[in-house]
């Protein structure tokens, strides 16, 4: 029998990324990577005030590049078996769009406006809007975050949408609707131009839009009138979702004819990068599937009928159907994972960069390789009591309990903490996080079975996951994939296509496996389990600096 293909589309933080895929063996027959050129200027961002936009331009020229560049590996005749193609994207990454679904950095006049592009997942200058959103959620009336883990995040579609409609009277003015990249990106491959038709995805709505079946979508117009009349207009913007098994439709004749690719190929919705990513790794019901890169995302996936009576604390939402159809999907996170040990790296190399301008080459050769070099070293370090601690909220908290506005705090420093001694903080840092989430997962009734890691830290930093590790005491299963969202997506391709009937048929023909397994090293988890109570502590009273 002749394999088919499909190719699945993630868009990260940095860069996009297609595969190629082979839908019988999950094989990869292609892939390419297209870096956005504008962000990595760092345009239309002020990382002081932590604004991070995207000019939808970079996206375009993303998806066209790289599923061209992805194909162009693969054998002649690939192009005409691709069945389907689906999407992920970061988020809650909403961008404010026209009557046609069009962003607004799209049309004349708003090319430069930063309020008329995306508002990437990890922009906080909507945090006085998300303190609004939950003071008026928590007070009398319904709890609109009840699924959302009962606190709204400045990360999130509504306090973004709030910050900048406030903020800009032109964009005001011009948006029709809001949409998620995610939602954006399959109606553009199909020519849908409507904001009355574009469909929404479940995962995004669910998670970051207070949308839920409960109260038959999004939160009601006096809500949104409470918060700001400004949001009047957007009462009733969507009212039902569609998980990513649901066709968004087929291509459009100008994507089949800009890509080379055949007229009848189906795109699925879209969803959230971690959530396919965990599909794209094996997730199965109670898996904490670990989405390790510059942030993390975490995902688990649980029966409805075992979890209808629970509401999880602190989290970013529980959402039925947002990661497989008829599960309820639970997502937390850390703002800050891989992104904590680059500070540290920009931290040891930004003055050597001023001071030696004519080295930049060379310097840039010792940065590439610093953090593997710490990390060989931190690995050699004896296990002392005393070291110093840190919190892992260099870019506020996510998960448990959404706050924005904490910072890290790094307590033990003397005159003999070095680079290195620092480097093991904060990887130590990282994992406590994580086992914070851990620990209200399992404190909030959900239990986990197994934790299973991938993303850029989980494959390329083996001293971070076996800290991670010994500080969970669990063990940590990592996937095999370098690709794992983009092989997700691929996977909802093919059941779009009808190239398999479900997600479980996907994942058993195309999954990548797992490369290797850390186990806990029973020596150290006393160790471990001795430094994270302090890090609760340091934790409490940091807290309350940022009151
Ligand atoms: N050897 C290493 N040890 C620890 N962290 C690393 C190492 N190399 C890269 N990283 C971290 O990996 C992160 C990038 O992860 P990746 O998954 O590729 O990115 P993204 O989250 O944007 O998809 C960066 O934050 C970087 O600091
Ligand atoms: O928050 C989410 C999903 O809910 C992610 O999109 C966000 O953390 C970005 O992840 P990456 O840094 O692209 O791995």
């Known amino acids: 029998m002749e394999h088919s293909y499909v190719i699945g589309v993630d868009f990260g933080t940095d860069s996009v990324r297609s595969l190629v895929v082979d839908t019988q ?76 679904g069009t962003p607004l950095a799209l049309l004349p006049g708003f090319d430069e406006n930063p309020n008329a592009m995306f508002v990437l997942w990890k922009d906080h200058t909507a945090n006085a809007e998300a ?48 949409v998620e990249h995610c939602d954006w990106i399959p109606a553009l491959l199909t020519g849908n131009d409507s904001i009355h038709t574009l469909l929404r995805s479940r995962c995004a709505a669910g998670h970051k839009a207070m949308w839920n079946a409960s109260w038959n979508g999004l939160p009601p117009k006096d809500f949104l009138h409470k918060l700001n009349p400004v949001l009047d207009k957007y009462d009733q913007m969507y009212t039902d ?31 959230f990068d971690a959530h396919m990513g965990a599909v794209g790794g094996g997730i199965r019901p109670y898996s904490l599937c670990k989405v390790i890169g510059t942030s993390t995302c975490d995902i688990l996936i649980a029966p409805l009928e075992e979890t209808s009576d629970k509401l999880v604390k602190g989290i970013c939402g529980q959402v039925d159907g947002s990661v497989v159809p008829d599960m309820l999907g639970l997502e937390a996170g850390q703002s800050a994972y891989g992104d904590i040990f680059a500070w540290l790296r920009k931290l040891v190399m930004g003055p050597l960069y001023d001071l030696m301008p004519d080295e930049k080459e060379k310097l840039a050769e010792v940065e590439g390789k610093l953090l593997a070099y710490l990390s060989k070293q931190a690995e050699q370090l004896p296990l002392r009591d005393n070291d110093p601690i840190a919190m892992d909220w260099f870019n506020g ?6 706050n924005h506005t904490v910072k890290s705090t790094i307590t033990g420093l003397h005159l003999g903490t070095d680079a290195v001694q620092l480097f093991k903080t904060l990887v130590e840092a990282a994992a406590f996080g994580a086992k914070a989430i851990a620990e209200r997962f399992v404190n909030e009734g959900i239990p986990i079975q197994e934790v299973i890691a991938l993303g850029g830290v989980a494959k390329k930093s083996g001293y971070a996951m076996q800290v991670l590790a010994d500080v969970m005491n669990r ?20 059941v779009v296509a009808g190239v398999h009937p479900d997600i479980d048929a996907a994942q058993a023909a195309m999954t990548s496996g797992f490369e290797t397994t850390w186990f806990p090293r029973e020596q150290h988890v006393p160790y471990y389990a001795n430094r994270y109570e302090k890090f609760k502590e340091i934790g409490a009273f940091t807290e309350k600096l940022y009151k």
């Open 25 to 100: 063996t999950g094989q990869e027959a292609g892939s390419a990577v297209y870096f956005y050129p504008r962000w990595k200027k760092g345009l239309y961002c002020d990382p002081s005030i932590q604004q991070y936009r995207q000019h939808p331009k970079d996206y375009l020229e993303g998806l066209e590049n790289s599923i061209k560049d992805a194909l162009k590996q693969c054998p002649a005749g690939t192009a005409a078996r691709v069945k389907g193609i689906a999407v992920d994207t970061t988020g809650s990454t909403p961008g404010p769009v026209d009557e046609h």
């Open 397 to 402: 908290r996510r998960t448990p309990d959404a």
């Open 131 to 178: 303190a609004l959103i939950n003071d008026i959620a928590h007070s009398n009336g319904k709890d609109y975050t009840a699924y959302s883990g009962g606190i709204y995040s400045s990360e999130w579609f509504w306090a973004k949408i709030l910050h900048v409609v406030q903020e800009d009277a032109a964009i005001k003015a011009a948006a029709a609707a809001w």
């Open 475 to 494: 063990p940590i299963r990592i996937v095999n994939s370098e690709n794992a969202c983009a092989l997700g997506a691929a996977m909802f391709a093919a």
């Open 241 to 271: 979702t569609v998980d990513a098994t649901v066709p968004a439709g087929t291509i459009s004749e100008e994507w089949a004819a800009k890509l080379g690719l055949p007229a009848d190929v189906v795109i699925g919705t879209g969803a």
